[in-house]
């Protein structure tokens, strides 16, 4: 089994900066595409961005400039930097992760983690 935990949420003023990160544990043979996705009441999960093993990365629209993804491989692990946040940000910040365990390829997603950006 895969777990994955994500840290990093909290409450922040307009215009601050948060990390996420999500870190994975288990029985992992290797991990392909990680991202992060939020998600607001009543809302469909967005894709707020993914990074593939090699680093390539994409970005919704709103978050291009603003937010940089980035994984560490050694540790199972992704971050998104989130600068200049914004109200509309306010969300829970979900992270999922493409886990090869053995010879099976499996998709999972965290527990996620709030972010309220308020003055």
């Known amino acids: 089994q895969v777990q994955l935990v994500e840290s990093g949420g909290g409450l922040v003023q307009p215009g601050g900066s948060l990390i996420l990160s999500c870190a994975a544990s288990?029985?992992?043979?290797?991990?392909?595409?990680m991202a992060w996705y939020r998600q607001t009441p009543g809302n469909q999960r967005d894709m707020a961005a993914y990074?593939?093993?090699?680093?390539?990365?994409t970005y919704g629209d709103s978050m291009k400039g603003r937010f940089t993804i980035s994984r560490d491989n050694a540790k199972n692990t992704v971050y998104l930097q989130m600068n200049s946040l914004k109200p509309e940000d306010t969300a829970v910040y979900l992270c999922?992760?493409?886990?090869?365990?053995?010879?099976?390829?499996?998709?999972?997603w965290g527990q996620g983690t709030q972010v309220t950006v308020s003055s």
């Open positions: 999922n992760m493409d886990v090869r365990i053995g010879g099976r390829l499996n998709n999972y």
């Open positions: 288990g029985s992992i043979y290797s991990i392909g595409i």
């Open positions: 990074i593939t093993k090699n680093g390539f990365t």
